[in-house]
């Protein structure tokens, strides 16, 4: 347990401490002209990080359209429809999970016996 809170600590420790002191930063000096520019940009970073991220995950999902369906439509409700990701996740997850395995009891996994 000891550890696995030492791991914990050693992973968000810095980038946590790191975006409360941008939140400080901006709400600061947020007002000026070089300070808006410079989060601009941390902004522009920031989503070109995220799309690298989500194209990185999705490559091995191009073949399968069922599964770019579920992306598609998990897209739509949170960025078209406006809902939450809880809430989209709740209704859109147990569809590729049925569909992958219609009529079989979900098993749990031997770690979890």
């Known amino acids: ?3 696995s809170a030492a791991a914990f600590l050693g992973l968000m420790a810095a980038p946590m401490t790191i975006v409360l002191a941008l939140g400080v930063i901006y709400a600061r000096y947020g007002g000026l002209p070089v ?3 410079a989060f ?3 902004e522009a970073a920031a989503t070109a990080l995220v799309l690298a991220t989500a194209l990185k995950i999705a490559a ?3 073949a399968r359209l069922p599964d ?3 992306a598609v439509v998990t897209f739509a409700g949170i960025a078209v429809v406006r809902r939450p990701l809880p809430l989209v996740l709740v209704v859109v997850a147990p569809v590729p999970l049925f ?4 009529g079989a009891a979900p098993r749990r996994p031997a770690w979890f016996r």
């Not at 569909?99 to 219609?102: E, L, N």
């Open 40 to 42: 601009d940009g941390l």
């Open 68 to 70: 770019i369906a579920v």
């Open 60 to 62: 091995p999902l191009r």
């Open 99 to 102: 569909a992958t395995h219609p």
């Open 1 to 3: 347990m000891a550890g």
């Open 35 to 37: 300070v808006h520019a």
